[in-house]
């Protein structure tokens, strides 16, 4: 599954909540425990940080010809 930010912004409001169940866009999950939580809230900023891209740098060398 692709995660995505409102992923992310779902797990932790459960988490602040204390809550087990999680609403995404059109479905809903339930988990185990709050570790099972905790665990998928790292799986989703692991993906995310996998997946975002630095900006692209060029540097540019100039010579005398000599």
Do not use: P
């Not at 099972?36 to 799986?43: C, I, T």
């Not at 995310?48 to 010809?65: D, F, I, N, P």
């Amino acid at each position: 599954m692709a995660y995505t930010e409102a992923n992310l912004i779902a797990v932790r409001a459960a988490l602040l909540r204390g809550e087990l169940h999680v609403q995404f866009a059109d479905r809903s999950v339930t988990y185990r425990s709050i570790d099972e939580l905790q665990k998928v809230e790292q799986a989703i900023l692991s993906e995310l940080s996998s997946t975002r891209t630095r900006g692209k740098q060029t540097l540019g060398v100039a010579s005398k010809g000599f």
